[in-house]
């Protein structure tokens, strides 16, 4: 319990300073009120009211509001009332605290009106604020009766439908968050076949919402999640995950800048009685770049690990390069390995590795085709005499068949050995055929992809990967022997797309086939 | 210049209406157009598009939307009682965008790429990208001309997320609205490189 506090106590002083205030700019009442996401922009139809922060009233046919600028125009038998006065005009224009406004009549054209609305003065180059976009009801993301605007960062829709040619979803509420900052993005809920935010509260530095998800294995959850966001440098992302048919997981995520060239985050994760902390710094150095992971969980395990890496860099002829160095230890309450003599003797042992990795450059051949490999080679040296070597290839390639078809091949192998100097059958003792791993493992994977995309509405790619790895048991070691895999995305509505995949385990010792799928909706 | 107005007589011309009444019809950009009186407002809606014609006199009728009308922008400057002085006006048509994204060569072989936009409150696993080669991505996304959006790009995760070559995370990449416009992005990194 202490870790988990001190892990949010540090989280906590990764941010600063916050404000949050809520207050909304604008609340809009209208017969349709229309919202298009890629505009950012809000059409109302069939009479428009409003209120805006400063307690003005704006009416009229038509209203258009640029919620990127803090815009907004209202057209037709249009009038602005402040206190008691009502000022009438064809259309106004004016940003969203009421600052500015810009009156249209079509016998004087435009003026600019003061704070009291009693004075215009003429203003007949401000023809840019009275730009209303021409933008089809059909391609509306939203539609909705009432919104509710906080400048700059969300919009608040009551009640909300989806429009689409097949009918209108509707649900209560629906709040679209349109702050920028990382910490958007940012979450601490696990990876998901399935994850659909819903926006509950917005402020300008932070975000509360629910997610609807879909876990393979797991089954359908809930997860509640809170943001905190200081712009691009820092945020805080905690969130508890409630699924159906599972323990309720916890976690905590935050990243925050540190000066020009270094960031610092801290996490932690809470799951069925495992608790883990981690701390990450990054600083560049010149063209280098230096990593400082600590994690530490509540099983008495705990690892640093110090690496520096160069960028990636020509050698010659397009050929890359870059290359790492590590340098940290593994501590385990107990021993670090429990299979040697005296393991209390090692609860601490420590590491230095280095890491080289070479590209090719992507060779274009005939036929339409590409070519490009890797290798990366590793070495990891322990102070428990015990050393681990590493080698992975890559080879991939692409055929384009048609404007609309390509193919896709590869091949990757990966071998490694996991040596201790005269005690190998020690850590690696004897067991059944199947299992009979002695620390040298080879995996080898061969995939074929083809791919079908027809412009910006169609995508389909079917696989194929077969691993011959050893060992490879069924939920031992390796990776299935055989997948296959089909990813679809389509747009059957024009303001809303699909995209889902289904993949099949099949070929552990004769088992059935193990599905897996992920889904996603998007605009 | 009565050769003009014949000319622009047998057009039709696209325009936003703000207001319609007996002092001319004001349009989106802050103009004002006479109305013929072969004209009327009643079918005028403000701020739903309409076609106009303009009569002998450059004065104007209003028509139900012609699809093939001309912009806004080539009426007459004589139609004009009050002269616009907004610059031309998008005009909200569908458009296409690309965009490209270059991958580090230490990504994961058989990684999936993916869009993360500000759309889906930056789902990190929003929209799966089409491969291109073994090093680029691309999709193709429809727009409104002028539009606009925020992305991320990532491998499915927030914790494969892109950072920069000095390992921090990058403010969102903004797509803008232009028609056949190719976005180039190039990840430097990504949140879960040693």
């Known amino acids: 319990m202490r870790a988990r506090a001190l892990v ?36 109302v139809r ?5 209120h805006l922060a400063g307690g003005m009233v704006v009416s009229g046919d038509t209203a258009y509001i640029d919620l990127r600028a803090d815009k907004a125009i209202v057209a037709g038998s249009a009038q602005i009332t402040r206190g008691a006065v009502t000022l009438h005009a064809d259309a106004l224009a004016f940003d969203l605290p009421g600052r500015k406004l810009d009156v249209l009549r079509s016998d004087t054209g435009i003026a600019r009106a003061d704070a009291t609305l009693t004075q215009l003065q003429p203003a007949p180059d401000d023809g840019d604020a009275f730009a209303f976009p ?11 009766r009432h919104a509710s605007i906080v400048s700059r960062t969300s919009v608040r829709f009551r009640p909300a439908a989806f429009p689409t040619s097949a009918g209108a979803p ?16 940012a979450t601490a809920l696990s990876s998901a076949a399935f994850d659909q935010p819903y926006g509950l509260i917005s402020t300008p530095n932070a975000l509360t919402s629910a997610h609807l998800r879909y876990l393979n294995g797991t089954g359908a959850s809930l997860g509640l999640e809170q943001n905190l966001i200081d712009n691009n440098d820092g945020y805080l992302a905690g969130a508890v995950d409630v699924p159906i048919h599972a323990p309720v997981a916890e976690g905590l995520n935050s990243y925050r800048r540190l000066g020009e060239d270094g960031t610092v985050s801290v996490g932690a994760t809470s799951f069925d009685g495992l608790h883990t902390g981690l701390v990450g710094f990054t600083q560049a150095i010149g063209t280098l770049v230096s990593r400082l992971n600590y994690g530490i969980t509540n099983t008495g395990a705990s690892s640093a690990i110090l690496s520096l890496r160069t960028r990636d860099k020509e050698l010659f002829d397009g050929i890359t390069w870059h290359t790492s160095v590590n340098y940290g230890f593994l501590a385990q309450d107990g021993g670090v390995y429990s299979l040697a003599p005296n393991p209390t003797q090692q609860q601490t042992v420590w590491q230095k590795g280095i890491d080289v990795f070479l590209a090719s450059p992507l060779i274009h051949g005939p036929l339409r085709t590409t070519l490009s490999a890797t290798v990366d080679g590793s070495n990891t040296e322990y102070s428990y005499p015990h050393h681990f070597n590493a080698l992975e290839t890559n080879l991939t390639g692409s055929r384009r068949l048609s404007r609309t078809m390509t193919l896709f091949f590869g091949y990757d192998t990966r071998w490694s050995a996991d040596l201790f100097p005269n005690a190998q059958m020690i850590f690696y003792p004897p067991l059944p055929t199947q299992y009979g791993y002695e620390g040298y493992t ?32 069924n939920y031992f070691a390796g990776r299935p022997p055989n997948e296959v895999r089909a990813d679809v995305r389509v747009r059957p509505f024009s303001n809303i797309g699909l995209s889902f995949g289904r993949s099949y ?13 992920n889904f996603s909706v998007f605009q | 210049m009565i050769a003009a107005a014949a000319l622009a007589a047998a057009l039709t011309f696209r325009v936003i209406p703000l207001a319609c009444g007996p002092n001319g019809l004001a349009i989106s950009g802050g103009g004002v157009l006479r109305i013929s009186p072969q004209g009327s407002c009643a079918s005028v809606v403000p701020g739903r598009a309409i076609s106009i014609t303009l009569d002998d006199q450059t004065r104007v009728i209003p028509q139900t939307l012609d699809a093939a009308s001309h912009p806004a922008t080539e009426i007459p400057k004589t139609a004009f009682s009050i002269a616009p002085s907004a610059a031309a006006i998008p005009e909200g048509k569908d458009i296409t965008i690309t965009i490209v994204v270059s991958i580090p060569p230490s990504t994961p072989a058989g990684s999936d790429i993916f869009l993360s936009t500000e759309r889906s409150s930056y789902n990190p696993a929003e929209i799966r990208m089409d491969q291109l080669d073994a090093r680029r991505y691309r999709l193709v996304l429809p727009l409104h001309e002028g539009g606009r959006l925020a992305f991320r790009v990532t491998r499915g995760s927030f914790t494969t997320i892109e950072r920069d070559a000095k390992g921090r995370l990058p403010p969102p990449h903004i797509a803008t609205g232009q028609a056949g416009a190719i976005l180039n992005i190039t990840v430097e990194a990504w949140s879960d490189d040693t």
């Open chain 1, 442 to 473: 080879t995996a080898r994977l061969a995939n074929v992809d083809l791919q079908y995309v027809q412009g910006p509405y169609t995508s389909v790619r079917l696989s194929y990967r077969k691993a011959d790895d050893f060992p490879q048991v």
């Open chain 1, 46 to 50: 069939n009479g428009v009211t409003l």
């Open chain 1, 134 to 144: 021409d933008l089809v009801d059909r391609r509306a993301y939203i539609r909705a």
């Open chain 1, 170 to 185: 509707p649900v209560p509420m629906y709040l679209y968050t349109f702050a920028s900052g990382n910490g958007y993005a």
């Open chain 1, 8 to 43: 949010f106590a540090l989280a906590l002083v990764t941010l600063w300073p916050l404000r949050a205030e809520a207050k909304p700019v604008a609340e809009i009442d209208g017969g349709a009120v229309l919202f298009y996401s890629d505009s950012l922009g809000i059409v």
């Open chain 1, 505 to 517: 385990d099949f070929g552990w010792n004769g088992s059935r086939w193990v599905p897996g799928w």
